[in-house]
């Protein structure tokens, strides 16, 4: 697998997904930790390891380190690999030192996400080498995310060498089947989209040359393909790539496939699969006794 930069992307923390992390915290731990508090005394301080147990892309160091800190407070984080780097299994990621209480009352939030992120950014790699790397299309997310956590799912498909599509219904127009049939047609929907203006990019979803044809003389921003195979992709994109509108495509998009896509000749490629079906990278934390 290669090794995503760790250039590519940086987490924000801003207060709103603080709160996020208060929020998931006080839903695990609730009025207190029962089984740590009756088994672990008060003040042990102890020595905690993340090893990671199956290969990938580590995602969410900085989320894991606000949560040991928000939970064990004056806790140190030493980290052997950062987020972008690859890992492989029996590597230990990081070492956490601290109040042993508040590192137990901690691991599952934040392993939580640390497996969640790593999953996702591991598998956005995964499809990013198999579509070329660099030298191929822009390999983009989509909606399909976990409610309240889409930023960290979205920072994830960076970490991994993806790119974000629009963030929510609010910076983008996007005309899908269920707006065009509501609109009288797909030419309708766009020329009222376009009465709203070009502050924002008007892209439009087709499903055959025809469509494609009427976002053509209406002028979108861009044009999205969708469900189409790879040879029809292809026909459409040489056909009409002189029109200088970059083209996407989406639905059906597989690791088996996608070279297939990629070399069509589409600017980008979205896919679902890379925030709603990305498992989990295999990671623990093995508590140690102090030294």
Known sequence: MAQASRARAQLRMTP???????SALKEDIGPGDV????????????????IAKAPGILC?????QWVWRATALASRI??????????????????????????????????????????????TARYHQAAGGSAGPLICDTRKTTPLWRELERYAVRVGGGTNHRF???????????HARAAGGLREAIQLALKGGRKLRVMAEVRNEQEVQICWEERVDMIMLDNFTPARA?????????????FEI???????????????GADRISIGALTHSAPALDISFQLRPHS
């Open 60 to 64: 969410g160091a900085p989320v894991a």
């Open 35 to 50: 089984t740590t508090e009756r088994t672990v005394r008060k003040g042990l301080k102890s020595r905690g390891e993340l």
């Open 78 to 123: 030493h980290w052997n690999v950062h987020d972008g780097d690859e890992v492989r299994p029996s590597e230990t990621i990081a070492t956490v030192e601290g109040g042993a209480r508040g590192l137990l009352s901690g691991e599952r939030v934040a392993l939580n996400l640390l497996q969640r992120l790593s999953g996702i950014a591991t598998l």
């Open 168 to 178: 929510g219904l609010f910076d983008m127009v996007l005309i899908k089947e269920n």
């Open 16 to 22: 709103q997904l603080k709160q996020h992390l208060r």
């Open 234 to 246: 292809r026909r459409i994109i040489e056909h009409y790539r002189a029109t200088g509108i970059p």
């Open 250 to 264: 989406s639905g059906g998009v597989t690791l088996r496939n996608i070279a297939a896509f990629a070399a069509t």
